[in-house]
C-alpha cells in the first residue's frame, strides 16, 4: 500500500498538475502574514481557513492525475478497493504535508507576534489539517470518475464553497472563529462542534466517494 501511495504521490509530483494550486496556498499565506504583529493563533486560524479551498483545489488536481487508462491498469493490479485505499491515503499525506508547510513559512521566516508555544503549535497544526481535510473529502466527492470533465466538478465544488459562507456552515469561518482567542485554553472548546461535523461530513463523504469511484471506474 505504501509504495502505491508513493507511486501516485511522485505521479503527482511529475505532471506538475500541483503548481497552480500550491502557489494559491503560498500567495495566501504571504497575503495573510503580510500585516503584523501576527498574533499566533488569530493569524493561523485565517490561514486555516485559507486551506479549505487551497485543499480543495489541490487534492482534486491530485485525484485528475492519473488519465482513466492509468486508473484502470492501477485497478486490475491492486483491485479496486486497495486502489481507493491509496488514493484515500495519499490525499491524507498531501494534507498533512500542506499543514505542516502552511505553518512553517511564517515560523522560518518569523512572521509570529511571538514565538509559538507548544499548546499554540498543536491547535494550529490540527486547524490547519481540519480544514484541509474538508476541502479533500469535497474533492473526492467532485473527483473523475465521479464526474467526467472539468467544467462540472469545479462549478460545484466551487459554489459549494462560496454558498456555505452564507448559509452558516463554512468550516473555514467556524474554524477562524474559533482560533481567534487569546487564551490558547479555551481554543478547544470552540473548535469541538466544527471538528464533530467535519468528522461527520468525511463518515459520509469518503466511503461515498469511494464505493462511486469503485461503480464509475
Not at 497575503?31 to 499566533?40: A, C, I, W
Not at 474559533?178 to 487564551?183: G, V
Request: one cysteine or more.
Amino acid at each position: 500500500m505504501t509504495a502505491s501511495v508513493r507511486y501516485l504521490l511522485a505521479e503527482h509530483l511529475a505532471s506538475r498538475r500541483w503548481i497552480g494550486p500550491f502557489l494559491f496556498l503560498l500567495a495566501g499565506i504571504v497575503v495573510l502574514y503580510s500585516q503584523p504583529p501576527n498574533p499566533v493563533l488569530s493569524t493561523a486560524g485565517t490561514v486555516s481557513a485559507w486551506m479549505l479551498p487551497a485543499m480543495s483545489w489541490w487534492c482534486y488536481a491530485f485525484l485528475d492525475t492519473s488519465e482513466p487508462g492509468e486508473r484502470q491498469v492501477s485497478i486490475a493490479a491492486l483491485g479496486p478497493r486497495r486502489f481507493a485505499a491509496a488514493r484515500l491515503l495519499s490525499l491524507a499525506a498531501l494534507v498533512a504535508g500542506a499543514s505542516l508547510f502552511t505553518f512553517l513559512v511564517p515560523l522560518v521566516l518569523g512572521l509570529f507576534e511571538h514565538t509559538p508555544r507548544a499548546g499554540e503549535v498543536a491547535l494550529v497544526l490540527f486547524a490547519n489539517g481540519l480544514c484541509g481535510l474538508a476541502g479533500a473529502g469535497l474533492a473526492a466527492l467532485i473527483s473523475e470518475p465521479i464526474f467526467r470533465g472539468r467544467a462540472w466538478p469545479l462549478l460545484l465544488g466551487g459554489g459549494a464553497l462560496v454558498l456555505s459562507v452564507p448559509a452558516g456552515i463554512s468550516p473555514a469561518i467556524a474554524t477562524a472563529r474559533a482560533l481567534d482567542r487569546k487564551d490558547p485554553s479555551a481554543v478547544p472548546a470552540h473548535l469541538a462542534p466544527e471538528t464533530l461535523a467535519i468528522a461527520l461530513f468525511l463518515a459520509i463523504a469518503i466511503p461515498l466517494a469511494a464505493e462511486l469511484w469503485r461503480r464509475r471506474e
